[in-house]
Every structure is written in C-alpha cells, then in structure tokens.
C-alpha cells in the first residue's frame, strides 16, 4: 500500500494565487513519487481551482488527489440543500474529492463538534463514496493514563454502526491536541506514537474487525517537519503523516515527501 501523506490547509492562505503556486509547487514534486500518494486539502473555495490545475495532467499513477477539509452530515437529494453554508458529500464528488477529513480537533474546539456530529459526518461521507480521514488525540498526556479513555471514546463513538463493507475506505489520523502548531518544536516521540497507534489498533478490534483493526491505515499529526518525519515514518507503527504549517511551505513539504518516498513499506 501507498504511504499517504497529506495536506491539510486549513484557514489558508489568503489569496488564490498563492493557493495556485503552493498548489504547484507541490504537485510538480508529487506526481513524479511512486510509493507516495500525496492528498492536499485546500479550503473549500480553492476546490474548484486546485482541481482544475489538477487535472490538466492526467495522473495515471495514482500519486494526487484531492481532499476537502469537512463536509456536511447530510448527503440531501437534489432540490433539499437549504443548509446556509455548508457543503455536500455530492458536491465535493463532483470536484475530482477523493477524501475528506473529519473530526478535526479544531472543528471540535472551536465549531463545536461532538463524536455524535462527526459520526454522522463519517457516515455520509463512505456512503457517497469518499474516504475518510477521521482525526482523534488528547488534550493532553495527563500522567494517569485519562488521555487513553478519551482517544478510545472518540474511536468508538466516531466509528458506531460505520457498515463492515466501508471500513477499507477509513483512515484513522492521530493528531494529540497539545502537538499541533509548534512547527516541530513539540512533537511526539516515535515511541509514544507507536504505543497509541497499537492502542487504536486494540480499539479498532473491539469496533470493526480483525482485517480491519490490523491494516485500516493510521497516520500521525501534530508539528511534522522534514526533520523529525523520517524517524515518525520509520519508528512510530504509521502509514503517512496529516500536516498543517509545512503543508504551506512547498520547499519543506516537498522534502517530506521525498523522505517519505525513499523509505522502505512495509
Ligand atoms: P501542524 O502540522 O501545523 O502541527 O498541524 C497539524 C494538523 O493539525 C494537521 O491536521
């Protein structure tokens, strides 16, 4: 399997012509990668231009794609869309998205997202036919092990009732609250990720199955850098890396890839 290694935007950048050259940037390194599939996830309303610029070149490699950031719970047919500001599972179908991210922890914080809301949202995004990348992590890594309830209350109320026959298309991204957004300086450790991917993978028994619980791919977020991603890709137990800050910096991001491409899959 294809490493992923993805982008998330989030609330940038500003202007579409520096989405249009981070954009570039990135695909020119991309599609020349075999082992990496590399997924940017601009904000909605460079969906349309990112897409576009996408698919000029045909990528028959399968080494791009396009991810959104959220979607709406309701996938609602034709004519029933009055949802002031939200965007369908449908439409980001129909600009070339192939993945959508949800459960965010900024979502949670600041849009007020339950495990209920994100639920819904997982399961009408698999039923359209996008993959999901679904983030869950802690607050903080209190010393009497409560971060290793939540993480495992947000994995089973996230995935209650997902049907069997969509599990292929889940994706889980650990992402601990307190490691985003330092730019490298407080990341993880390898080993500790480690520890919570077969922590995830021990829940994902209990809620999917075994094919499932062994090989559904996990990746690690929070201050991913060309510098520590090396070692997060060979020592910490993932399959790809969900990066913010560097994700805007087309030098940096594409030496993550690169780093990500010369290293063995397992
Ligand atoms: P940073 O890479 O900026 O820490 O952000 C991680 C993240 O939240 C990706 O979804």
Redesign the pocket.
Known sequence: MKRLI?A?W?MNPQSPKDAERIFGGIRRTAVKLKKIETVICPPFVYLSLVGIVGNRVSDKRLSFSLGAQDLFWENPPAGKGSYTGEISAEMLKRFAVKYV?VG???RRRHLGETNEIINRKIKTALKAGLRVIF?VGEKERNPNEDYLRFVKEEVIAGLKGIQRKFLGKLIV?Y?PIW?????GSA?DAPEDILQMVLYIRRILLLVTDKDSARVMPILY????VPKNAESFLRNAGIQGL??????LIPKDFNEILRIAEKIKTK
């Open positions: 993805v998330n989030k991210i965010h922890s900024e983030c991204a992402e490691a985003i957004g330092k730019k990341a977020g929070g201050s991913v969900l990066i913010g800050h560097e994700s």
